[in-house]
């Protein structure tokens, strides 16, 4: 049985200055014993998939398992916070006081790069830019903009902090090298990107991911996955697809979250999205506080005309990439279906394919799945007709929406229509912890 409320000993009012591995093991360590056993991160784990039944305990089980073996150098079956800290500690050291901290770029088209990052209380919000390194003839100023929100049991794990926007003027194709800061001590390291993917230039390399946390889901590790494939070949985007640090880790409903979890994800995410260009996609984890976090730490509007965060569009190479929202409303004549029925006409144009011609449809909320949270049914790299048990002597699947969530049917009756009408290549979702994909898909049956 969960507990009512978590507490977690260590307090954690702001960003940067603060350990975050301690309270992060924490949330691992059900029973406060100063180990972390499968057995604590099988109930976190119950916890986060909110409907569980014997079949998806069996698969959390064995998902346990492989979490503990993460973190479990001596392979003695437990975690210590040692052990814990030398794996993940060097991505939420602390930094010195009002150190920026939390950096990531979003892209704005050809000629606009944005940058983010978090401070304790900073006012000032300065960027400076340049094409060689430590010479930056360029300074954008910004903004700053703090929210209330992760408090609702424990204001000392409320958020705190302030997040700081400015923008950076480009030229595509150019290497540019940065830091931010207040403009007068206070200042990052410095970071680089180059942005070589202007609408119609190819080919382009899209890291996508989803339902990414720190420790629970292993985001940590996903990140480091990230960064050795923006190694090996460039990356010139990443798209996380919702649930994206489970602030509501270990919280009892979904009304409260801790807001050092997100500062301990954007920490882990740093490295990479310090350098590559990111998308945010809104899912159900993000909903705490009337989706405080993922309105302030993010800055996606990208002059689509879209609902900032929520639903917008934009071009990589030659991708266009449309970002729906699947907590509100695809209705027709809702706010969301109208602009996106605008949006994928104005995509599927032919001048707009002649630029873009890869259409992509991005939403936390999948159309079609077949698993059911148990994630032994589907396992990573098996190419399932969204699962279909194929019919003898024809093409047709028996491609079922998942039995226990009418929203599929919902989400399949009110959207799917539009995909087929406006050609669109392939949606890209989450929130199922598993991987599939599917043969083409129209109406039900694989074409």
């Known amino acids: 049985m969960l507990p009512a409320v978590l507490v977690v000993s260590t307090t954690v009012a702001a960003s940067a200055g603060v350990p975050l591995a301690r309270p992060l093991f924490e949330l691992l360590d059900r029973d406060a014993d100063g180990l972390v056993t499968a057995g604590d991160m099988l109930e976190l784990m119950v916890a986060l998939d909110h409907t569980p039944n014997q ?34 500690g060097p991505r939420v050291a602390p930094r010195a006081p009002d150190s920026p901290t939390e950096v990531h770029i979003v892209n704005h088209g050809a000629q606009a790069m944005s940058v983010q990052w978090t401070t304790q209380s900073a006012n000032g919000t300065v960027v400076q830019y340049g094409r060689e390194p430590g010479n930056y003839s360029e300074t954008a100023e910004g903004f700053w903009a703090t929210y209330r929100a992760g408090d609702l049991y424990n204001t000392s794990l409320g958020f705190h902090g302030r997040i700081h926007t400015a923008r950076m003027r480009i030229e595509d194709g150019a290497q540019y090298y940065y ?30 991911g989803g339902d990414m946390g720190t420790v629970i889901p292993a985001g940590w590790k996903v990140a480091r996955q990230m960064e050795a494939a923006h190694a090996a070949s460039p990356l010139h985007a990443a798209v996380i697809v919702g649930d994206i640090a489970y602030g509501t880790i270990g919280v009892p409903t979904m009304r409260d979250e801790f807001e050092f979890v997100w500062d301990a994800w954007f920490r882990i995410i740093e490295p990479l999205a310090s350098q590559v260009p990111m998308a945010a996609v809104v899912g159900n984890h993000e909903s705490p506080f009337d989706y405080s976090a993922f ?20 071009s990589i190479g030659r991708v266009r990439v449309v970002v729906i929202s699947t907590e509100h409303s695809l209705e027709e004549g809702s706010a969301q279906r109208s602009w996106l029925d605008a949006e994928l006409a104005q995509s599927d144009a032919a001048a707009a394919r002649a630029l873009t011609p890869w259409l992509v449809v991005t939403a936390h909320f999948p159309m079609y799945c077949t698993d059911t949270f148990d994630a032994d049914r589907a396992r990573a790299g ?9 019919r003898a002597g024809t093409r047709q699947a028996l ?13 399949q009756v009110q959207l799917e229509p539009a995909l087929l009408a406006y050609h669109v290549d392939v949606m ?20």
């Not at 800061?181 to 680089?192: I, L, M, Y």
Request: glycine share 10%.
């Open 295 to 314: 309105r302030t730490r993010f800055d996606m509007d990208q002059g689509s005309g879209g609902r900032k965060n929520f639903w917008y569009a934009f």
């Open 55 to 88: 079949a998806m305990a069996h698969s959390a089980l064995r998902r346990a398992s492989e979490g503990i073996g993460y973190f479990d150098e001596d392979r003695d079956g437990v975690v210590s916070f040692e052990e814990f800290e030398r794996a993940i």
């Open 399 to 411: 491609c079922r929406v998942a039995p226990h969530d009418p929203a599929f049917l919902m989400r």
């Open 382 to 390: 098996a190419l399932i007709q969204v699962q279909c048990s194929a």
């Open 428 to 447: 890209i979702a989450g929130h199922h912890h598993v991987y599939e994909r599917s043969a083409p898909m129209a109406n039900g049956s694989a074409v």
């Open 179 to 208: 830091r931010v800061g207040d403009g007068a001590e206070a200042w990052s390291a410095e970071h680089s990107f180059q942005l070589t993917h202007a609408a119609g230039a190819g080919p382009s390399r899209i890291a996508w």
